[in-house]
């Protein structure tokens, strides 16, 4: 039903900045919940941040104060707004989406909806 893709991911230096982009499509994107993942190589899938339909917002307490996320219901899109980035943020991203009213914001488990992931590497 739903189609997530994400944009901006890239190379860039220690203590830069990039902003990924989410957009959906194929649903009714303002009664969804968004949340960003990441996964680096050799590693488990770890939660970086998540806005539910009612504007709740958290982060995981690592990049909290460094990265900021934002949904646009006009614009049907989610970005994660990464500052300060350190090389142990280097991962390749995941957009994900639920629709259930239920759920643990931040498992993996509790959304049904994941884009194809955009690379994020930082360099030192």
């Known amino acids: 039903q739903v189609q997530l893709v994400e944009s901006g991911g890239g190379l860039v230096q220690a203590g830069g900045s990039l902003r990924l982009s989410c957009a959906a499509s194929?649903?009714?994107?303002?009664?969804?919940?968004m949340a960003w993942f990441r996964q680096a190589p050799g590693k488990e899938r770890q939660f970086a941040a998540a806005v539910t339909r009612n504007g709740i917002i958290q982060y995981a307490d690592s990049l909290k104060g460094r990265f900021t996320i934002a949904r646009d219901n006009a614009k049907n899109t989610v970005d994660l707004q990464m500052n300060s980035l350190k090389p142990e943020d280097t991962a390749v991203y995941y957009c994900?989406?639920?629709?259930?009213?239920?759920?643990?914001?931040?498992?993996?488990?509790?959304?049904?909806?994941w884009g194809q992931g955009t690379q994020v590497t930082v360099s030192s």
């Open positions: 194929g649903g009714t994107f303002s009664s969804y919940s």
């Open positions: 994900s989406a639920t629709g259930r009213t239920r759920w643990d914001i931040r498992r993996g488990e509790g959304y049904d909806y």
